[in-house]
């Protein structure tokens, strides 16, 4: 098992390594010398000087004012994950969770947040033996940074919430008295540099990106197919035409759809229609211009993931503890925003195609029946699709241009960034079924063109798929083939 070490920068690609090859992750020499000068800096700035220092001798949010005891520093901080442990909802997925981990000891890492090495350590720990936290979806404001959400996450530091071990949930306290471990005492500022910070949110939008990284390129292989499948022109995909409108997007799918239908007799043969509807002319548009968004928001979350979000901010060289607003989640959200609008988008367009393929039109027969009248065919298919990509625009409803007051008027305006990402979770997650109805309905359509072939590439996609989802010559319960079809995006790069 390979080791990454955390380190100044960390990069979408060094992301995906990690979570592909089950890297274990430890400081560098230069983040834990980071990281014991801010504690160091921490503690004697407390024990010189009796001033104010947000969440470190006071109270929290709108009881800021409140004077805590020298005694008391330890307790303030439990009692803040504790009071702040108020998730909601569904489970946080896996994956995403053991994200937030690697974010936060990324964040940690830089000595801004005056936190003791042995609790970034026990971060560590529960990463690399791969104990996944019980968190929730609901509770996040995404504005004082993802603070329930983070307080689950980091509440087994404290022997309290719950975890999944080796495929079991159980108490922090079990998972202890298994492993021998003994629960940390939080000192001074700890609970608030581990539950101030937009892990919860960076997470999300990691893994999304990630994902539509990958939907992006199954989504122009299936639109190769349907293509082919509705006997659409060459012409719109030349090279000219992108070469003539400069985003990079746009050039990239058309490239990729010419390379899938290289070799295909079918998308070279004579065409009796002059022009193709816009959802098959205007792919490389439409799904360029997704590509293109996907590319500015990873920008916006690579920088997120490389910075320092929790408050107050440590600053020993400069002699300075500063109370700022790092943990605002609005770069954030805004950018899910627009993610969540993009990728529903693809999903649009590629129910359009369904239902182009469904219509009788091209020599295909109405709805692919193979006994039109006798049988529906795939005629609900197409009513799934469309039920599926209107949820997908209602969720795609910004959630960066609401707010709501918080902390008695302290926290009077948040971002609402983490239901922007759990809002782009479930669009994603929808597109799989769109794609699958569109792979459907284009390997259908294709039966009907035999013998004429389309490309090596798009053949062996038909020939796996068919493995999976036979062709339907008579009806049948089909919500059966639009999951065999989601487990066939899932499980293979095509």
Not at 284 to 312: C, L, M, W
Request: contains cysteine.
């Amino acid at each position: 098992m390979k080791l990454y070490q955390i380190n100044d920068t960390l990069d979408f690609t060094t992301i995906k390594t990690i979570l592909k090859e089950n890297s274990r992750i430890a400081l560098s020499e230069k983040a834990e010398e980071l990281i014991q000068k801010g504690r160091k800096y921490l503690d004697k700035k407390i024990a010189s000087s009796d001033a104010p220092l947000y969440g470190i001798n006071t109270g929290f949010g709108a009881l800021r004012n409140v004077k805590i005891a020298p005694k008391d520093y330890a307790t303030l901080q439990r009692n803040l994950l504790l009071s702040h442990a108020c998730g909601a909802g569904e489970e946080v997925p896996p994956e995403i969770v053991r994200l937030m981990l690697l974010l936060k000891v990324q964040s940690l890492s830089y000595g801004h947040s005056g936190i003791d090495i042995s609790t970034v350590e026990r971060l560590i720990d529960l990463f690399n033996h791969h104990i996944t936290p019980v968190v929730y979806t609901q509770g996040s404001l995404g504005a004082s940074g993802d603070l329930a959400p983070l307080a689950h996450l980091c509440l087994p530091l404290i022997g309290e919430g719950e975890v999944y071990y080796k495929g079991k949930k159980l108490s922090a306290a079990q998972l202890y008295k298994k492993l021998k471990w003994k629960p940390l005492t939080l000192k001074s500022k700890e609970g608030l540099a581990l539950l101030n910070g937009t892990q919860f949110m960076s997470a999300y939008g990691v893994w999304l990106l990630l994902q539509a990284q990958r939907l992006s390129t199954i989504a122009d292989t299936i639109a190769s197919l349907s293509l082919d499948s509705y006997n659409c022109r060459l012409e719109p995909f030349d090279e000219l035409v992108h070469f003539v409108r400069a985003h990079h997007g746009q050039k990239t799918s058309a490239n990729f759809i010419l390379d899938c239908l290289k070799g295909s007799k079918m998308f070279t043969a004579k065409k009796n229609d002059v022009q193709d509807p816009y959802s098959f002319r205007c792919i490389p548009q439409v799904h360029g211009a997704v590509r293109d968004t996907a590319e500015y928001v990873t920008t916006v979350f690579e920088k997120e993931i490389n910075s320092v979000t929790d408050n107050p901010l440590i600053f020993p060289v400069e002699d300075k503890i500063i109370s700022g607003g790092n943990f605002h989640g609005h770069p954030l959200a805004i950018s899910l925003d627009y993610l969540s609008i993009a990728l529903s988008t693809l999903g649009n367009i590629s129910e359009r195609r369904t239902y182009c393929l469904l219509s009788g039109q091209r020599g295909l027969p109405a709805f692919l029946a193979k006994d039109a009248g006798l049988n529906s065919g795939l005629m609900i298919l197409q009513y799934t699709s469309a039920s599926v990509v209107s949820q997908n625009k209602q969720y795609a409803t910004p959630a960066s241009i609401d707010s709501i007051m918080s902390s008695n008027g302290q926290e009077d305006y948040v971002s609402m960034g983490a239901n922007a990402a759990t809002k782009c979770f479930k669009i994603l997650d929808n597109l799989k079924t769109i794609f699958s109805i569109e792979l459907i309905t284009a390997a259908q359509a294709l039966q009907f063109r035999r013998p004429a072939k389309t490309s090596p590439v798009l053949e062996k996609l038909v020939s796996d798929f068919r493995k999976q989802v036979p062709f339907i010559d008579k009806d049948r319960i089909l919500s059966e083939d639009i999951r065999k079809g989601r487990e066939f995006i899932d499980q293979r790069e095509i």
